[in-house]
């Protein structure tokens, strides 16, 4: 089983619109969690950690559900400039500070 | 502050061709990790330093590939033989902390490799 499994989607939706992304990891002891975003042909980037109490900053809010294991990123209000694909990231424990990465989630904001 | 440097940033090879990569970390970090990224996948991770001390290399194919960080600051990555199917971007990133998770990583803008 992979360690963190996400949607690759692609989603498309028009700006303004909200759009969430879910990803799952497969160990239960893990205890870092963020969101990078990757634009195309580029480095990925850190967007937000996600903490315990979930957190917000402007309109990206992460979430955590430890019981369901997995981890979710909100955008509201979309713009074009969302544009991206959203890399899912875990650090299982043990692992010194090795990132566990998903696929990624293509999103598309469209005018 | 200086991002993570790395070069070159294209490389087209023939397969059984060698081929280096060079990455320059952020000042004063410590850790240090090569990512292999395939065309649809996300980054995985090859090898990952602290200083001039391995801590993983258990994903590395070490039939070809091999790295090292001599001086505890820039790295070279080197495949040795190519193949077709190591056509990917090579990333580097380096990180303050070596344990736990805290503030992520920063990630070089990458070596895209082609083999032919």
């Known amino acids: 089983r992979k360690e963190v499994e996400q949607d690759p989607g692609p989603f498309n939706v028009p700006e303004g619109a909200t759009v969430a992304f879910n990803c799952t990891y497969s160990n239960s002891a893990s205890q870092s969690f963020f969101w990078y975003r990757q634009d195309c042909r580029k480095e990925p980037k850190l967007l937000m950690s996600v903490y315990s109490s979930g957190n917000e900053d402007g309109r990206f809010t992460a979430q955590l559900n430890r019981a369901s294991q997995y981890i979710s990123l909100l955008i509201r209000d979309s713009k074009l400039s969302d544009s991206a694909t959203y890399l899912c990231v875990v650090n299982p424990p043990n692992t010194g500070n090795q990132f566990y990465f998903g696929t990624g989630t293509s999103l598309t904001v469209i005018p | 502050e200086a991002g993570v440097a790395q070069s070159p940033r294209y490389k087209i090879i023939e397969k059984r061709q060698s081929v280096a990569f060079w990455c320059n970390p952020i000042?004063?970090?410590?850790?240090l990790y090569w990512y292999q990224q395939i065309l649809g996948q996300g980054p995985k991770l090859l090898i990952q330093?602290?200083?001039?001390?391995?801590?993983?290399d258990s994903q590395l194919p070490k039939d070809r590939f091999s790295a090292e960080r001599l001086k505890g600051v820039d790295s070279t990555l080197k495949i040795q033989p190519a193949k077709l199917e190591d056509s990917a971007v090579y990333l580097c990133a380096s990180s303050l902390a070596p344990s736990g998770g805290g503030g992520g990583y920063t990630f070089g803008s990458g070596t895209r490799l082609t083999v032919v």
């Open positions: 000042s004063g970090h410590a850790t």
């Open positions: 330093f602290q200083n001039n001390g391995v801590v993983d």
